[in-house]
């Protein structure tokens, strides 16, 4: 009986401290989630005290024109996010948000000092203040604003290249005007290529996007910036977990280069490559059937000048493996103009290494659309916004047969103008033979024109003089 009895307490005790074990380990769980919850709520009052609200209007380019066709511009209406990158005002944004504006109004949020004042859960507005556009880079879709203030709350920019799978991050901004908002998630995916043609790649996560989130930041758990909410893919309009953000490392160098410069150079080398398949391997005798090929070099361009050749496998640049062509172009798109990057090929047998220059490529056509304003640039019987060369716009367009001209921007949405084949980026140079360097001189020009005149345009194209004719309505 007396060891049944001890047998008893024993186990009595056994369960009593399993219990209390438990007991312990629940405890320990809740102080988890309370001090993960402490941590987001310090985080989101940190962090947003450097997110703004971005209201514009002006014109911008019609999501309907026909990619063949000028492009419409249309009058448009935006609210956005921003981040306030440094303590004198420079914020970063989506260029899709300001694309086209002729005012911006950034709405700061409430200081800390006025939100201490306040009793109310409703916290007063904050300040609004006129933005100027510093410079803004569609292919990335970032720009960078200009507001006078001093001594502002701002954020610094991580490293997305460090970036894993299932990283807790926070997205901050303004959806559907709802200035201040954040929410919680996950990265999705560190690399995402929406568009099988553009070298743009984002971050994927999950945490609430929805419009006007666009241009706020994307943080860790840190508070860095890693990376600027773009874009959302959904069947509803809404979030449906499946956001975009634009990576640090590319918003850094487009940033850099728009503070210095106003505007990005596109990095290239001067040479095309593929892709190597077996197919490709087979018939060309390659050592390898993977890899990157290249298919041609650009005569006397940076790639030609370091002795890299057709034929060539591209084994790494900086490195860095390159498994196939999009790899190379996508790493190459990121270095800055100038740079130098060490790529190790294999030429038959041999295993060469060489630094080629980093070298800009052609600019968008489409840039000038934000130099112009309908009320000064129509040029109504052609139906299209045009922009003179003077010395601002020259730098823009070096390589010009003439120094002269007016460039085609844009179609003038709604306008009854003929319909003549001119595209963004046409230089119109002269009107049947007479030379012309201002709208207000071609606008004249048409206007001596009768119904059933001839007219021919001397319009210069991707570099090559042509004629455009019509007849006069």
Do not use: C
């Not at 948000?97 to 109310?120: D, Y």
């Not at 970032?142 to 006078?148: H, N, P, Q």
């Not at 901050?172 to 929406?194: E, K, T």
């Not at 798109?333 to 030429?347: A, I, S, T, Y």
């Amino acid at each position: 009986m007396g060891y049944r009895a001890a047998l008893v307490r024993f186990l009595l005790l056994a369960v009593s401290a399993t219990s209390v074990e438990a007991g312990f380990a629940q405890e320990r769980k809740l102080e988890a989630v309370e001090n993960l919850s402490a941590s987001l709520e310090a985080l989101a009052q940190r962090v947003n005290r450097s997110v703004v609200k971005i209201v514009t209007s002006g014109y911008g380019l019609s999501e309907d024109s026909d990619a063949g066709n000028a492009s419409l511009l249309t009058r448009q209406r935006a609210t956005g996010s921003g981040v306030i990158l440094t303590a004198d005002g420079y914020i970063v944004t989506n260029a899709h948000v300001i694309q086209g504006a002729r005012r911006i109004r950034v709405q700061l949020p409430v200081s800390e000092r006025t939100a201490r004042k306040s009793n109310s859960i409703m916290k007063p507005p904050g300040t609004v203040l006129d933005a100027s556009i510093v410079g803004l880079d569609r292919e990335t879709d970032v720009a960078v604003l200009k507001i006078e203030a001093a001594d502002l709350p701002h954020l610094t920019l991580g490293n997305s290249r460090e970036l894993r799978q299932g990283q807790l991050v926070m997205a901050f901004g303004s959806p559907l005007g709802l200035q201040n908002s954040a929410s919680l998630g996950v990265i999705s995916a560190v690399a995402r290529q929406i568009k099988q043609d553009s070298l743009m790649i984002y971050i994927q996560t999950d945490a609430s996007i929805n419009p006007g989130n666009s241009g706020g930041p994307l943080v860790d758990m840190s508070g860095r910036v890693v990376g600027l909410n773009t874009m959302i893919l959904s069947q509803s309009g809404g979030s449906e977990g499946i956001g975009f953000a634009i990576p640090s490392d590319t918003l850094l160098n487009v940033y850099t280069q728009i503070r210095k410069e106003g505007h990005v150079h596109r990095g290239q080398i001067g040479a095309s490559v593929e892709t190597v398949t077996p197919l490709l391997a087979a018939g060309l005798g390659l050592s390898q059937d993977w890899g990157v090929l290249v298919a041609d070099v650009t005569p006397d361009g940076s790639a030609d000048k370091s002795g890299l050749k057709p034929g060539d496998i591209v084994l790494s640049l900086d490195n860095k493996p390159m498994e196939n062509a999009r790899q190379l172009e996508v790493n190459l798109w990121r270095f800055p103009v100038g740079d130098k990057v060490n790529l190790e090929v294999l030429r038959g047998a041999d295993r060469l290494t060489m630094d080629v220059p980093v070298t800009a490529q052609d600019d968008d056509p489409q840039r000038f659309a934000d130099l112009v304003n309908p009320e000064k640039n129509l040029i109504p019987k052609l139906g299209i916004l045009g922009v003179e060369i003077d010395r601002k716009l020259a730098p823009m367009l070096p390589d010009l047969r003439k120094q002269y001209g007016v460039v085609v921007a844009a179609r003038a949405a709604g306008s009854e103008g003929l319909e003549v084949d001119l595209r963004p980026g046409d230089v119109i140079y002269a009107i049947n033979n007479e030379p012309t360097s201002t709208v207000a001189s071609l606008t004249t020009a048409l206007g001596q024109m009768k119904t059933g005149d001839a007219v021919v345009l001397q319009v210069e194209r991707d570099g090559q003089l042509m004629y455009v004719a019509f007849e006069m309505e």
